[in-house]
């Protein structure tokens, strides 16, 4: 599978982006979906995953009750809201699928991945 990840961008502290990620293929339902970001000079950290159902998502403490995730199996993509944004959220965030079973929160677990897009929060 193919991902490829967009919307993000400048915006100021406090303000929202969605990003979204769309993949390529006919077997969407087949993959648990995450997000991942790294800024610089630090290693990616987990952000978001939602399983392949889209029944259960999960959040990194340091966005969960201003961030979600959600998919649209229509158009083959995932989205992640992100409200109330701080400057550590600046970033480059990237998409990651997987078939495996496994822990939906360690970069590990994922086999494909997206180009990234950089996310950067004004203060």
């Known amino acids: 599978v193919q991902l490829q990840a967009s919307g993000g961008g400048l915006v100021q502290a406090g303000g929202s982006l969605r990003l979204s990620c769309a993949a390529s293929g006919r077997t969407f339902g087949a993959y648990h979906m995450g997000w991942f970001r790294q800024a610089s000079g630090k290693e990616r950290e987990f952000v978001s995953a939602?399983?392949?159902?889209?029944?259960?998502?999960f959040y990194a403490d340091s966005v969960k009750g201003r961030s979600a995730m959600s998919r649209d199996s229509a158009k083959n993509t995932v989205y992640l809201e992100m409200n109330g944004l701080k400057p550590e959220d600046t970033a480059i965030y990237y998409c990651?699928?997987?078939?495996?079973?496994?822990?939906?929160?360690?970069?590990?677990?994922?086999?494909?991945w997206g180009q990234g897009t950089l996310v950067t929060v004004s203060s």
């Open positions: 990651a699928a997987t078939g495996r079973v496994g822990s939906l929160l360690l970069p590990s677990t994922y086999d494909y």
């Open positions: 939602i399983v392949r159902n889209g029944g259960t998502t």
